[in-house]
């Protein structure tokens, strides 16, 4: 098996360019590249001797990018100037009582599956800690809970999920 430095040399230059045609060119890319290496370094011993060692780091280096972009999108863009006047959306003893009372009127799991994960912004898998449910069944009742809102709702879909985010 070949020393891993020699890995990196030989392929170093390919991942760069996934990195970079997945995410941009800057620092994302370059975070993508060192995170591929790092995660391949630690995985590297159990390779078999035979696999291709240049599927296997693109592969790396997809999820690895991926894994960036949803970290971006989830990140806060800073905006320049604030709006004059505050926004009511998600303020309680605002205009959103009837989406409140559809929230109030769905079972009791998935009321909490769909309060933790898209108001309080929990992963499933705390949700389901905060509740001595699975990760799956939080996933399973905030989906069905939403599939509810979004029936009752019809042509607000867009609004309601985004009210609920």
Known sequence: MKPFEQLVIDHGAMVLRVCRLMVGPGADADDAWSETFLSAL??????????NHEAWLVTIARRKAIDLLRKRSRTPIPAEHLPERPSALGIPGNNDDELRQAVAALPLRQREAVALHYLAGLPYAEAAALTGSSADAVRRAASDGI?????????????TEGALR
Not at 42 to 51: C, E, G, V, W
């Open 147 to 159: 599939a509810k809102l979004r029936a009752r709702y019809g042509a607000l879909e867009n609004s």
């Open 42 to 51: 630690k995985a590297y011993p159990l390779l078999p001797a035979d696999a």
